[in-house]
């Protein structure tokens, strides 16, 4: 078979084990309620709207979110990446299929990004295997399946292209691109999951440095990257900074480990992984699953006769593995900024991986078994997880009719709110909701919805409640870019104890039309990261029809090394089998 061929193959292969592992959710015409899903199940339809009705692919605020009064998700966390989605529920209708379409769509582009990035460096019958292992683990199939987890699945999607970037950042090529790329879409798909990785990185270059195994070249290879994915970001990271300066939001709160963290010991993880199956809510059972954790133990078995890299992989994952529990760590910086991960299980998603690079690297024999072996254990799995689900008495159950129940959820830790606004903010009836924001201040009238919507602006009644000048405030939270006219005039708007708040004189209008225009940094940085995006285009075509040296190596071959070692980098061999 020629590779072509054979890659077509492959190919064919992931897309139908995505297909097989997805196909007791395809088949059952509703959604149980889990984790995450209501928050995310709110935001899909709330970005839905924007694309369809707003024709704005970037919003800032989702207008639809926090019970209408409006919620700036996406200035902290993308929707972008909701796109399948909304093309899918485009076409189709409903809710339900586009749904579970959207998470096979996952499935797919996790298998075809573990197996392209494999590829670069194993062989393929290897990178088949490796990307099997990756897309059928326990602990993606959880975070899909069980806790409706859309970002940190995104992130789980992209990690084998961070990994592949930090990778060939070590070689002596100066490789800076695939690592810039990789970082610039995580941090898109899931921030939290790129600051993860990128405390990760930086400990294994510490390491590297104190050993004297980190070189110049790499170094300033990283740091490129670096650079170049936070220019990148820029249009995410600069609106951010925005909003947390203008209000206190819930995100500032000190951080602290969530007891389902804490309380999850190794013995737990040990027993979890033992079992192909995993409890709903409380029960929840986190786990890399039996397949990897028997890799994680034939690894031990062979470390003796391992190769050196095949040594330190194998001590990286165990170690990634351990942390990924209570054992140790945990409970000392429970209180300190890497509590933010919530619970520290999530690590498991970088064991995830580890563990299937751990078996292309050792495993060199009955590949096929082992793919059909994985399949059959994930398929498994997504069974128990439904009857798991139908066993709860009280769940909800979302079909096409009442897909739009729940609207109003924002998350468990209302991270985007501001501490001034009720967390209930988007089930209280508008007047109990006012009367903090009334407190203090000369209230002339408040709004009520109309229903009326074009291109992202809402209209509202005012109602007087005197015929003084004053504050009218409306149902909508005070984030930082909102624009309220009337037919003739442009308000200025303020923030009244986290609600928006629009001063008038004695002569009161009878409506006002709110929408969320931006601020100037939010068009500023989005512009620069815009350019730069194009300069990398720009450069990349100009560098394939006409390659040069690198700028960094060329440079650091004409100046003698720092204090780093030597600048002169050996040649570090890719991870193949030899038969």
């Known amino acids: 078979m020629t590779s072509k061929k054979q890659t077509y193959f492959h190919l064919l292969i992931l897309l139908g084990i995505a297909v097989v592992i997805c196909l007791p959710f395809l088949t059952m015409g509703k959604i149980y309620n889990q ?5 995310h199940k709110a935001r899909m339809l709330a970005y839905y709207t924007s694309v369809m009705k707003d024709h704005d692919f970037l919003p800032r605020v989702l207008p639809s979110m ?9 200035i902290f966390y993308n929707s972008f990446t909701l796109l399948p989605f909304v093309l899918f529920k485009a076409v189709l209708g409903g809710f339900v299929l586009p749904y579970n379409l959207y998470l096979l769509t996952l499935t797919i582009t996790t298998s075809l990004m573990a197996y392209g990035c494999a590829r670069k460096v194993f062989k393929p019958q290897q990178a088949l295997l490796g990307a099997v292992l990756y897309a059928t683990n326990t602990y993606r199939l959880i975070d899909l399946f069980v806790r409706g987890d859309i970002g940190e699945s995104l992130a789980i999607m992209l990690l084998p292209l961070v990994v592949l970037g930090f990778y060939r950042s070590l070689q002596p090529e100066s490789h800076w691109r695939t690592l810039a790329i990789g970082m610039t879409l995580l941090f898109i798909a899931h921030p939290l999951s790129a600051g993860i990785v990128t405390i ?12 004297h195994q980190l070189t110049k070249i790499q170094f300033l290879t990283q740091g490129r990257a670096a650079l170049t994915a936070m220019i990148l970001t820029l249009f995410l990271t600069g609106p951010m900074l925005e909003q947390a300066a203008y209000q206190k939001l819930q995100l500032s709160r000190a951080p602290a480990l969530w007891p389902v963290g804490l ?6 993880l040990l027993s979890n992984s033992l079992s192909n199956a995993s409890g709903v809510w409380a029960k929840i059972s986190p786990s890399v699953g039996p397949l990897a954790l028997l890799i994680l133990i034939f690894a031990l078995f062979q470390f003796k006769t391992s190769s050196k890299s095949d040594r330190q992989l194998t001590a990286v994952t165990w170690l990634i593995f351990i942390l990924s529990s209570n054992l140790m760590l945990w409970p000392i910086v429970q209180h300190s900024f890497l509590a933010t991960l919530q619970f520290e299980w999530r690590l498991l998603m970088v064991a995830a991986l580890l563990s299937a690079m751990l078996a292309m690297r050792l495993i060199h024999h009955h590949h096929i078994a082992l793919i059909a072996f994985a399949t059959l254990l994930a398929l498994s799995f997504n069974y128990a997880v439904v ?24 998350g468990g830790t209302y991270d985007y709110l501001p501490t001034s606004v009720s967390p209930t903010i988007a089930t209280d009836p508008h007047r109990s909701t006012f009367a903090k924001a009334e407190s203090g201040i000369t209230l002339a009238g408040f709004g009520t919805r109309t229903g009326q919507q074009s291109n992202g602006a809402e ?16 149902p909508k939270i005070a984030y930082k870019g909102y624009t309220v006219s009337s037919t003739n005039k442009t308000y200025q708007v303020q923030n009244v104890n986290g609600l928006l708040g629009v001063k008038v004189g004695r002569s009161h209008p009878s409506a006002l039309t709110v929408q969320y225009t931006g601020t100037w940094i939010q068009h500023l940085t989005t512009l620069i990261s815009l350019i730069f995006a194009l300069g990398l285009l720009w450069t990349w075509w100009r560098l394939k029809h006409h390659p040069r040296q690198p700028f960094i190596k060329s440079k650091l071959n004409q100046s003698p090394p720092g204090r780093f070692a030597n600048h002169k980098t050996p040649k570090i061999k890719p991870y193949t089998t030899t038969q």
């Open 35 to 39: 984790d995450d899903f209501l928050f």
């Open 66 to 74: 926090a019970g209408g009064f409006g919620y700036a998700v996406d």
């Open 200 to 211: 990760l990185m930086i400990c294994f270059d510490a390491y590297r440095a104190i050993t």
């Open 263 to 268: 309380n999850f010991s190794l013995a737990k």
């Open 387 to 410: 009857n798991s689900l139908k066993a709860q008495d009280s769940i909800l159950v979302v079909n096409n009719k009442n897909a739009n129940t729940a609207n109003n959820a924002i």
């Open 459 to 474: 209209t509202y009644e005012i109602a007087s409640t005197s015929k003084q000048s004053g504050i009218i405030l409306l």
